[in-house]
């Protein structure tokens, strides 16, 4: 009974610590209405700057809060939401200072991660806006460069990814949508997972080509082929619908994720400093070359073609850092019910 009551603790003390929340998060604004006023002419609106920290953040938070309730399978706590993995990333990227933020909250144009993450912020809030999702009033995004700040202007500028988000949220706002008596697993992967994943995948996909010239100025050649290298492998998880919720992202970037930026002596996986599986995951990354990659997408696409098969490719990528031949039986495992079971239209 003593260790049953030990193992029921430690099992709870091992979930709160998974959902643990982005940085700062209980200071984000938490509506519209929690942003500054700013007047113009005879209107008012509320001034979001997506180059402060908390600004950026409090846009993440207030799609939790609003799409939380439209998400049948998320618990009343919001760390089932899958969009939960957007604020998480922003997060670590905060706290390994990828945002170039030196102890600030504020966060710097020249970086890549944070213009590249602007495209994953921005672009899902004005598309859940145009869709009335979010309905809290009216309000201006502070422009900068030539990143899009309305929703017009970001049509213009990233068309597909806007079509995508707003299709996303679209769904979420119907009261019948995949109504089903029962949401499992398959559920989640064919009617959130799926219509999500497009939208994020599509999002970096047009942003990478507008922030081109930014990754010369990340700090070595290291997190410059750190960084687009997880730009590509963000389309594997893709194909594979990875649920991104709290809990799950929480362990990926603790297992896999650097804490801090790689420097031109950092040597994977010989980083003293980094933990053994974060080391493995950067060996394996910097292994695989960048004209690998179409040929990759196309086995990846086989291996994840139906629900059935989809479920062994995420074991994959659980544990293809840790030990190749584990991951390489659940891809033989993968591509058999591929073709067991009928892939997606």
Known sequence: MFLLIITIYLVIISSNANERLPKLWNEAPSSISDYPFVKNDSTTSHLINPWLYLDRLGLYKILIITTTPLMPFCSISNASNILFGLP??????????????????????????????YYLSVIPFLAAVDVGIIQQGSFQIVKQGNFCSNSDECFRQVPEAMIKWRQFFSNLSQPNYCKNDYIDDRIIDKCYLNPMWSAHVASIEHALPLIASKVSLLPSYNEQQFGLGWANIVDFLGMSRENTNLSKVNIYQD???PK???????KP???????????????????????????LRILWKRATCNFESRQDAQHVIETVAISKSTAAAYYSEAILKSYLHKCDQ
């Open 269 to 295: 996986p010989h980083c003293s400093d980094l933990s053994k599986t974060v080391n493995q995951a950067l060996e394996l990354l910097f292994s695989i070359r960048e004209e690998w990659f179409p040929e």
């Open 260 to 266: 801090r930026m790689l420097t031109v002596d950092d």
């Open 255 to 257: 297992e896999f994720f």
């Open 88 to 117: 998480a990333q922003f997060s670590w990227q905060f706290d390994s200072n990828r945002l170039f933020s030196n102890g600030t909250q504020q966060i710097s144009i020249d970086s890549w991660w944070a213009s590249a993450n």
